[in-house]
């Protein structure tokens, strides 16, 4: 089974950087790959996504200031996010599947247990 850890979330003033981690265990770096994030009470929503062809997805609010990318020898993956605002603040999880579609949640059938960015103007 694929287990998926986020780390890296915090709090941090408007305009700050923060590098999210996910570290998994039993994970094929060729599946899709994927950030979310949720506020609660809204809808799920697609960060930035590697599909299994090796294409890059973004949301068209964190398009240049977000940046998606894995370290395959260490079955890791990261999401650098740069100048941060208010409405970047969610709990970030990261997603690993078989298939996927751009920034869609179907197909992704592993799940971390999300991790909180706090972003204070």
């Known amino acids: 089974q694929v287990q998926l850890v986020e780390s890296g979330g915090a709090s941090v003033q408007s305009g700050g950087s923060l590098r999210l981690s996910c570290a998994a265990t039993?994970?094929?770096?060729?599946?899709?790959k994927g950030w979310f994030r949720q506020i609660p009470g809204k809808e799920r929503e697609g960060v930035a996504a590697i599909d299994t062809d090796g294409r890059i997805y973004y949301a068209e609010s964190v398009k240049g200031r977000f940046t998606i990318s894995e370290d395959s020898d260490k079955n890791m993956l990261f999401l650098q996010m740069n100048s941060l605002k208010p409405e970047d603040t969610a709990m970030y999880y990261c997603?690993?599947?078989?298939?996927?579609?751009?920034?869609?949640?179907?197909?992704?059938?592993?799940w971390g247990q999300g991790t909180q960015v706090t972003v204070s103007s």
């Open positions: 039993g994970y094929t770096y060729g599946y899709c």
């Open positions: 997603a690993t599947g078989t298939w996927c579609l751009q920034l869609e949640s179907v197909g992704y059938q592993y």
